[in-house]
């Protein structure tokens, strides 16, 4: 792997510049105890530094990356690059770490090699003495580097996983904001506490004066918008739906700029460890679905009150003609009554197709256009 390639891994591994991690300090203390020496350092080296992430022993965060040591390593393999003479090995002898403080005399790296074959840095130990390191504590520096891999490999892993459920929560959140009313997600404790964990961006097109942070620091306030003859039943609703484990559906009222506007509410519910109810659900207005069946309603009634008369007439007709000896005169007679009353019928008929059909189509018009197809969202009618 060359070196552009190296830094891409280092820079994915996202570790220089964050704080210490107690785990990684407790491998370094390890290092120092196995090989008995007074320094120990995790590295990390980019294109100019040898970078600190745990030491013990000397109190450094950073050195320029030509004057350290580690950078040898990372063409050593797999193997432990061990120094044991720097002030006569031409690779260390002008160091500024041999020549001054901490006048380092004995270093032994074991590199910190990624899946791919990087080599990200070191885990080595240092001392301003001259010394000898056996193959066992070799072995041992192998390991504890592994056990910092692995640490570090974790630690990747968290954060892609991390930042995979931030990105789809994202996205989520945006098909959400799309989807005409709200989405959102309620929960109520066994004291009967509300919260409000969630609600899309459907919120600001329904209700403008109550926004989503709103909602979530007070989420009571919404109750204020219900219809007070439709306050008790809804609130009764939710209870009923939190000591049963039930469904919430239903339809109530809200009182919107001086206007009665319908809304129905429906909602799957989760029960947690801790007693609480989660309902996973949607809010829609309806009104126009309301109007829309209410214009029904009145057809029928119409059309009820309009028949009734000409049947009824027609049927007692009927009874009297049955009973009655009819000769041609007053055969003509109800003939001609009958006659009345068909076109009695038709006129009614017509005025009512007339009237109705432009109703029927102007509430199932506002139906079908509750959502703006250009706009893909909710419209202001």
Request: charged share 30%.
């Amino acid at each position: 792997m060359d070196e552009k390639d190296r830094l891409q891994e280092l820079s994915d591994y996202q570790v220089i510049g964050f704080p210490p991690e107690p785990e990684l300090d407790e491998l370094t203390q390890i290092a120092s105890a196995i090989c008995d020496t007074p320094f120990s350092l995790i590295s990390l080296i980019d294109d100019k530094h040898q970078w600190i992430k745990s030491k013990k022993g000397w109190d450094v965060s950073a050195i320029p990356r030509n004057d350290g040591f580690c950078q040898h390593a990372l063409h050593s393999g797999d193997e432990v690059l061990v120094v044991k003479d720097p002030l006569n090995d031409e690779r260390f002898k002008e160091s500024p770490l041999v020549k001054r403080q901490p006048h380092i005399r004995f270093y032994a790296g074991a590199p910190l090699r990624t899946a791919k074959g990087a080599t990200l840095g070191t885990l080595c130990i240092l001392d301003s003495k001259s010394r000898v390191i056996s193959e066992s504590q070799k072995n041992a520096l192998k390991l504890l580097a592994k056990r910092v891999m692995d640490f570090l490999d974790r630690r990747k892993l968290l954060r892609e996983q991390e930042q995979r459920i931030r990105s789809n929560v994202v996205h989520l959140k945006k098909l959400a904001d799309q989807v005409p009313g709200i989405i959102y997600q309620l929960e109520m404790n066994p004291a009967g506490d509300i919260a409000v964990h969630f609600v899309s961006n459907g919120i600001q097109e329904m209700f403008p004066r109550v926004n989503e942070d709103l909602l979530m620091k007070n989420p009571k306030r919404f109750f204020s918008l219900i219809h007070p003859e439709d306050l008790a039943t809804t609130r009764a609703t939710m209870h009923q739906a939190f000591e049963k484990l039930m469904e919430i559906e239903i339809e109530f009222r809200v009182v919107k700029d001086k206007k009665v506007v319908w809304h129905w509410a429906k909602a799957k519910p989760e029960r947690k460890n801790s007693g609480a109810v989660v309902w996973y659900g949607t809010l829609q207005d309806i009104t126009h679905r309301k109007e829309y069946e209410q214009t029904l309603e009145e057809i029928l009634s119409d059309i009820s009150h309009v028949i009734r008369r000409p049947v009824t007439t027609m049927m007692a007709l009927s009874s009297i003609i049955e009973e009655d000896n009819l000769d041609e005169d007053r055969i003509r007679e109800y003939a001609r009554n009958f006659k009345t009353i068909s076109q009695e019928m038709d006129r009614y008929t017509r005025n009512l197709n007339d009237v109705y059909f432009l109703k029927i189509q102007d509430a199932r018009s506002k139906i079908e256009n509750k959502v703006n197809p250009e706009e893909g969202r909710v419209s202001d009618d």
